[in-house]
């Protein structure tokens, strides 16, 4: 399929490493694929879904102790110890391929090898790289099908002589918890991922290339990595503004991806198209502005609180061509069903675990809290026309966000690119009482990257610096959101979901300098009154509340990021060390 030799010899030495019984090479071809789905329910590995419900789509299960990604398991194996930075796990990578090779000796004995050439972007793009994942799993061979461009394309996009590939091995293995080893190579272009089957971990196009391996390339090459998604707003004149936007994991990202406009502007004929919901790739082009493209192909989204209200245009996109993980299995219809999508559970089902269920009278879950869909972008209603465009969309305003019940403000604007920087930098979310017991535990999350940054996280900021230097007054506008203050009893007082578009507007607004801002000692924010309420059940005085920034409290905050930034030492930007002192001056 390929002359590449870096690509041929590469797959020679993980063969001679592996030992498969077989090597299949996917080209793409829905034969070949339908041969593969054929063989996974022949196994058990997969179930077929009704054809008439639910057409071409599937039903896994993964090991009952493999349902998440393991941050404490993934490490980042630069030469240099202080490269890897103090947020991410390390290893010396002599070491790491030295305990991984013992482990991976001969573990496809008995097994096939899929060889999984994938493109992360539009085929042809400049923007676009590619990869290829050795894996023993068909599920993992399926499920990148849906989230990249996968096949003979993808070789044809790398050519015949480039080695600027990303060389990703995986095996199941034993799925043993105690030797789970997500693993990063950067300085090699690799990604080793060993006993897991859970997408997280082991769909190696996603978090671990196009994030953690990205952000790394990023920096050496001038361009951005990030955990965004990417929203394009439609006027009634038919112009369309882009907005990405990072948050961190269950602050609604998919759902402000494929947001409904609210009455008050769909009226007017505004859209909302989604580009992508989860990995924006960034680059300046050649007008001086940022233009970002969505690497992946597909939606590998959380189920449960997925519904008709909530967000329809996922759920329309889950429809067909899908692959459904550890959600219930509604045997009298032989379809799908998690927490959340519907007030009537299945009585007749098989839960996540595929034991025996009655949604009517169990107290256990049927879907596990983290069940997926791999669902195709191509599905989704709202899916911009702009998806595959190998230049990509520019950037007109970045925004940050995370959820905080009292101290952020619904809205802000960052008074410069460098603010930005620092708005980002200090981004923080508090766990909830369902994820951990615990209210109020502030996790920082620079950038939601915590989790994701493929190296030391302060120069991960000078680079960010750097970005802003390149692109000067052509610069997206950086701000940020909080969607989720509370009142005293705990309510939400923004409604959220669809209204949040009401927010966006005004940050559109004053990317094009269309609306004035009061400076606060945080950065600009909206009058009250430049919300639109139209429609709502909440007054300007509301607004205003959810406006106000208490200065105790964000004294209290100065003195967690100054916490938070010593672990980067001298790395950390001197720029963010001047905005941090801006900030704690602006609080006196
Ligand atoms: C995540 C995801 O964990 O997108 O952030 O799956
Ligand atoms: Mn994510």
Same mark, same amino acid.
């Given at each position: ?11 020679? &030495? $993980? ?13 793409? !071809? ?47 194996? #630069? ?23 013992? $482990? ?39 499920? $990148? %099908? ?17 080695? %600027? ?11 043993? &918890? ?17 006993? !897991? ?51 961190? !994991? ?23 198209? #989604? ?63 998690? &927490? ?55 950037? !007109? ?49 620079? $950038? ?81 009154? %430049? ?24 004294? &209290? ?32």
């Amino acid at each position: 399929m390929t002359k590449n030799q870096n690509v041929l010899s590469w797959v020679d &030495e $993980m063969i001679e490493l592996c030992k498969p019984d077989k090597v299949v090479w996917l080209d793409g !071809s829905q034969e070949q694929l339908q041969t593969l789905r054929d063989e996974a329910c022949a196994t058990g590995e997969m179930i077929k879904l009704n054809e008439e419900k639910l057409p071409g789509c599937y039903l896994h299960r993964t090991a009952v102790n493999d349902v998440a990604r393991v941050e404490h398991r993934t490490f980042i194996c #630069t030469r240099k110890k202080e490269d890897a930075g103090p947020i991410n796990n390390w290893e010396d990578p002599v070491v790491m391929y030295d305990r991984l090779r013992k $482990m991976y000796d001969g573990v496809m004995k008995g097994r096939t090898m899929y060889v999984i050439p994938y493109c992360m972007g539009p085929i042809g793009s400049k923007l676009s790289k590619v990869g290829v994942e050795l894996t023993d799993s068909i599920y993992v061979v399926l499920n $990148m %099908d849906i989230m990249t461009r996968m096949g003979k394309q993808a070789l044809e996009h790398l050519g015949d002589t480039s080695n %600027d590939f990303v060389r990703g091995l995986h095996s199941k293995a034993d799925v043993d &918890e105690e030797k789970r080893y997500i693993v990063h190579f950067p300085e090699d272009n690799a990604i080793w991922s060993i006993n !897991s089957g859970y997408g997280g971990n082991v769909l190696l196009g996603k978090k671990c290339f196009a994030l953690r391996i990205a952000s790394y390339q990023g920096k050496n090459e001038g361009w951005m990595a990030e955990h965004m998604l990417i929203l394009g707003v439609e006027n009634p004149q038919g112009e369309t503004k882009y907005i990405a936007a990072a948050f961190p !994991s269950a602050c609604g990202k998919t759902n402000l991806a494929m947001l409904i406009p609210p009455e008050v502007y769909k009226k007017q004929g505004y859209k909302v198209w #989604t580009v992508g919901d989860d990995i924006a790739w960034m680059r300046i082009g050649d007008d001086g502005r940022l233009w970002a493209i969505n690497p992946e192909a597909g939606f590998f989204g959380v189920a449960p609180g997925t519904n008709e209200k909530s967000n329809p245009n996922a759920l329309a996109t889950t429809k067909r061509g899908t692959i459904f993980t550890n959600v219930a299995h509604n045997l009298d219809d032989n379809t799908v069903w998690w &927490e959340g999508l519907d007030k009537n559970p299945p009585e007749h089902a098989k839960d996540w675990k595929g034991n025996d269920w009655n949604g009517k009278t169990s107290t256990e879950k049927g879907a596990n809290p983290n069940s997926r869909f791999t669902a195709p972008a191509k599905n989704c209603p709202c899916i911009s026309d702009k998806f595959n465009d190998p230049l990509g969309v520019p950037i !007109s305003a970045i925004v940050f966000g995370g959820r905080r019940a009292k101290t952020a403000p619904l809205v802000y604007q960052s008074r410069s690119w460098q603010h930005g920087v620092f708005v980002g930098s200090i981004m923080a979310s508090e766990t909830t009482a369902a994820a951990t017991g615990a209210v109020g535990v502030v996790r920082r999350d620079p $950038m939601a990257m915590r989790p994701f940054c493929g190296y030391h996280m302060g120069d991960y900021f000078g680079h960010w610096l750097e970005m802003g230097k390149k692109l000067g007054n052509k610069a997206p506008k950086i701000f940020n959101v909080n969607w989720f203050r509370t009142d005293d009893e705990g309510h939400f007082i923004w409604p959220g979901f669809g209204d949040n578009m009401r927010v966006l507007m005004w940050i559109l607004a004053r990317c094009e300098d269309k609306v004035d801002a009061v400076e606060t000692p945080i950065g600009y924010e909206p009058k009250p009154e %430049d919300i639109n309420i139209e429609g709502l059940d909440i007054t300007t005085d509301t607004v205003a509340g959810l406006l106000d920034v208490d200065k105790d409290l964000w004294r &209290e905050e100065s003195a967690g990021i100054e916490d938070f930034y010593k672990q980067f030492g001298d790395r950390l930007p001197k720029e963010l060390s001047e905005e941090l002192e801006t900030l704690k001056a602006n609080l006196k």
